[in-house]
T-cell receptor, first 113, second 113 residues
Framework: SQQGEEDPQALSIQEGENATMNCSYKTSINNLQWYRQNSGRGLVHLILIRSNEREKHSGRLRVTLDTSKKSSSLLITASRAADTASYFCATAFIGGSNYKLTFGKGTLLTVNP | DGGITQSPKYLFRKEGQNVTLSCEQNLNHDAMYWYRQDPGQGLRLIYYSQIVNDFQKGDIAEGYSVSREKKESFPLTVTSAQKNPTAFYLC????????????FGEGSRLTVL
């Protein structure tokens, strides 16, 4: 399985601090994506980084990708209580005409006011 | 508004019964996916469909069945052969030809009594 593994499993920080979550995977990928899930809800896409990219920014989000180490990190700067959620990395693989995303187990982020 | 609608949101079933979860999208997306999520776990791929009248098994297809007779609809049947059906089920879609993000519904929570 090429399932990504997030680290840490849970992270608790104070509002205003930065939060960093890591993801490791096992096989070659087409792209890597990060999603957010509020409790009991569906997932929302945050950011996508392609295998030939090393860093990408979107608002308060910064994603890095190191394909040699098969790892990625998601940085959320100046966190807010509303950022409290589970965050998942997903690795995208193309086999023939099939496009599949494989998700990790997620990091539960709690931002304390 | 465009989006993905899953129904019902909550469903209770007795052991030995089949149940069908609905997933409808009006995004004009070609590809659709079903994932299962267990507490504290990531998402595991059940089935996916790249185009109407075609679908492929994911990583945990045993005990499940799907159909894709219309572009807008991708229903999932949880059969009595599924040993541990209690879970949160998520449907997603993606425009074909773009190796991009998935758009998720709000999920259906199935509980077997």
């Amino acid at each position: 399985s090429q399932q990504g593994e997030e680290d840490p499993q849970a992270l608790s920080i104070q509002e205003g601090e930065n939060a960093t979550m890591n993801c490791s995977y096992k096989t070659s990928i087409n792209n890597l994506q990060w999603y957010r899930q509020n409790s009991g809800r569906g997932l929302v896409h945050l950011i996508l980084i392609r295998s030939n990219e090393r860093e990408k920014h979107s608002g308060r989000l910064r994603v890095t990708l190191d394909t040699s180490k098969k790892s990625s990190s998601l940085l959320i700067t100046a966190s807010r209580a509303a950022d409290t959620a589970s965050y998942f990395c997903a690795t995208a693989f193309i086999g023939g005409s099939n496009y599949k995303l494989t998700f990790g187990k997620g990091t539960l982020l709690t931002v304390n006011p | 508004d465009g989006g993905i609608t899953q129904s019902p949101k909550y469903l209770f079933r007795k052991e030995g019964q089949n149940v069908t979860l609905s997933c409808e999208q009006n995004l004009n997306h070609d590809a659709m996916y079903w994932y299962r999520q267990d507490p504290g776990q990531g998402l595991r791929l059940i089935y996916y469909s790249q185009i109407v009248n075609d679908f492929q098994k994911g990583d945990i297809a045993e005990g499940y069945s799907v159909s894709r007779e219309k572009k807008e609809s991708f229903p999932l049947t949880v059969t009595s052969a599924q040993k541990n059906p209690t879970a949160f089920y998520l449907c997603a879609s993606r425009p074909t030809g773009i190796t991009g993000e998935l758009f998720f519904g709000e999920g259906s929570r199935l509980t077997v009594l």
